[in-house]
């Protein structure tokens, strides 16, 4: 970017140091060179050791790699982070009341606010869940939102994860590392703890048990198996539940009920936190060639023998067309105004937003409706002119596939880089668990786009991450 | 008229197999047109096995849906369906069925239902000088250019033939109009689904398959009509539904999957008969 002060930088504004990050100068500042590489190489080794990886996918070798963790943490003031929470609990509740509604009456489309086409045709409705209310009324239990920040009181949601969105195991492994490495700055600062979110997130699983359930729920894990890029979290995560990580081979359907393999004989299980894609859970009702599913699932699940979290179908709510009628699920199902902003969204499937998207290429983000990481995207301000054209023919192929929206000013965080320290630009993802209640541990994933000037903060593009802080009173 | 129906699925195995589940829609829809009189599903397997009823309920397109599992070792499994329907001509109309899936959904295809170029040009030239506003007589015209397109001959098809497919072969079975006729629908706006259940059989020789699927075609103001592409009729009171989907395969009777080393061979047979009165 060339204007380089045109973004919110959360450390500085023209009153000097800002509130939260008062203590983190002294902290920066005294900290000499020479204990910041010691400090970085431990950091790099704790993540080595533990195994913490990622895959990255197009570039050719082992796609295996190890995420930039940057030690400088991005810091939330308490009253700044309850202003948050009460917006991202607000959509967390919007987006299930529209599934809970579309599988069922279908009323925000017949008021005329969602297009039905929008709703119906869109390739993660699931038409077998139609009619069926999961327990609660829940479809989607764990709700990833994407946010940026524009300014002091200033978040925009980019998009909303409702399936089954990762990272989690990152806000929880950056937090350990960052308080093993410098655990005097956890008695200087009143940092709220995010180490409850393994037993917030079983006890929200626990609370979504079928109606057929008796006693204490049991909840497993699936997972598509090692070889998924995320598999590192789904153990993690097991682990930290105390609950069992299985694969599809582990679990089978008798009768009405769905059961474990285990060394003392077979164990009924009441709910499945699954990391497999709908398309994958069951060769009886979805892809006959999936081997990485249970058969007979979607029977028991229909039946109300056993809870899906996310809930198939849960899709619909976070496709990147749909996410422009958020802030109207949020004024028709809650009565209320949304406190988080929506990006303006420009839909190539309608002809006059077709056509200022093409006129505006270089200023725009253009995204795949349902791509996802990065994957498929051109950030017009930081592209050439033949990405561009041969993206323009990609819309024109294919413009229902395609949404713009402006190059938003992310927000800088002061980040270590080889010169000292300086203002890179990230990104936040908080995990909403709903079951019975609806919470938000006081942190969530912060990315940054480590390049200088780069606005993707994805993984997968080179982004790293940073510990969060959610400062107590 | 009062039909009955008795219709055998026998599953064997040459290898023993460790366990069966299976998802079945084998119950009549509830509708005008149809009401059970009796009706009896049963499913047996050797000795040395168990058979273990599952969950069921109602899916979204009205359905009723109910599975079981056997646990093995087993060799053989056998589902026996059988009742009596007395049934009402609507003349295809599926007058009186609660459903819940709104009829857009039916507009994406699946793979058996996808349509190619010449599936277009058919929908396009079947449906040209019809307006859209008389959406009745472009299904009809719809179904009819189908038939004539695909010559009914069994043999040549199989379980996964698509319905382009059948349509560049020019023959094929039920299934086979059906997909045809629902890939062609869609190319003209008009939602179509598979629907699967029963004929019974008459004596003049037109062809039928007493195990029988047609398709249904969504049409403004009259709701699901069915057409059934195979015989150049809409289903009367000859017929039976059973279940629906957007293709062969979700509106399938039985889907099951075997777990275990063996081969599976399959055999049925249906009889669909009146009653007398």
Sequence with gaps: MTQAQAFFNEMFDAGGVR?????????????????RSLKQAEAEALFRRIGITFAVYGEGGDPERLMPFDMFPRVF?????????????????????????????????????????????NEAFEPAVVGFTPPRGVFSHIVGIDLVRTGPNDFHVLEDNCRTPSGVSYMLENREIMMRLFPGLFRENRIAPVDGYSEELRRTLASVAPPKCDGEPTVVILTPGAYNS??????????????????????????????????????????IYRRIDDAFIDPLCFRPDSMLGVPGLMDAYRSGGVTLASAPGAGVADDKAIYCFVPEMIRFYLGEEPLLQNVQTWQCARSEDLKYVLDHLPELVVKEVHGSGGYGMLVGPKSTREAREAFRARIL????????????????????????????????????????????????????????????????????????????? | MILTVHHRT??????????????????????????????????????????????????????????????????????????????????????????????????RPTSATAADVSVADLARQATDGVPESDGLARAHRLSEAVQAAIAYRPGVTRAHTTGA???????????????????????????????????????????????????????????????????????????????????????????????????EALDVTVAVGQAQQ
């Design chain 2, 165 to 263: 497919e059948a349509l560049a072969l020019g023959e094929g079975v039920c299934q086979d109009h059906a997909h045809a006729l629902i890939a062609a629908a869609r190319c003209v706006g008009l939602p179509g689904r598979y629907v699967s259940g029963y004929l019974q059989a008459t004596e003049n020789g037109t062809p039928h398959e007493a195990a029988h699927a047609w398709a249904e075609l969504w049409v403004a103001g009259l709701g699901w009509v069915g057409f059934d592409a195979s015989n150049g009729v809409c289903p009367d009171d000859r017929y039976i539904r059973t279940g629906s989907g957007r293709d062969a395969r979700e509106a399938a009777p039985i889907r099951g999957i075997a777990r275990g080393p063996g081969t």
């Design chain 1, 77 to 121: 003031a308490q009253d700044e982070w309850r202003r948050l929470e009460r917006g991202i609990i607000q959509r967390a509740k919007a987006l299930n009341a529209f599934l809970a509604d579309v599988y069922a009456r279908g009323e925000i489309v017949r008021a005329g606010l969602v297009p039905r086409d929008l709703v119906y045709r």
């Design chain 1, 19 to 35: 509130g939260p990050y008062q203590q983190l100068q002294s902290w920066v500042d005294d900290m000499p060179a020479e204990l």
């Design chain 1, 230 to 271: 995320a598999y590192y979290e789904h153990s993690f995560l097991a682990d930290l539940m105390g609950v069992e990580l299985v694969e599809g081979q582990d679990l089978f359907v008798e009768g009405e009920f769905v059961w474990m393999r285990t060394t003392r004989g077979p164990q009924r299980v009441d709910v």
């Design chain 2, 10 to 107: 026998r599953y064997t195995y040459d290898r023993a197999m460790r366990g069966v589940v299976q998802t079945q829609r084998l119950t009549p829809s509830r509708f005008d047109g149809q009401s059970v009189q009796a009706w009896d599903i049963a499913v047996t397997c050797d000795d040395g096995a168990r058979m273990v009823p599952g969950g069921s309920f109602r899916d979204g397109a009205g359905d009723l849906v109910q599975s079981c599992s056997i646990v093995g070792p087993v060799t053989e499994v056998v589902v026996t369906v059988s009742g009596t329907v007395e049934t009402v001509d609507l003349t295809g109309v599926l007058r009186g069925h609660r459903e819940r899936i709104p009829p857009e959904a039916y507009l």
């Design chain 1, 397 to 473: 192929a294919d413009p229902g596939n395609y949404i713009a929206q402006p190059t938003l000013a992310l927000s800088a965080c002061p980040t270590f880089v080889n010169e000292g320290v300086a203002p890179r630009h990230v990104d936040l993802r908080p995990y909403c668990l709903v079951g019975d209640r609806v919470t938000l541990v006081p942190g969530g994933l912060t990315r940054v786009a480590m390049t200088e000037g780069s606005l993707v903060v994805n993984s997968s593009q080179g982004g790293g991450v940073k510990d969060t802080w959610v400062l107590s009173e």
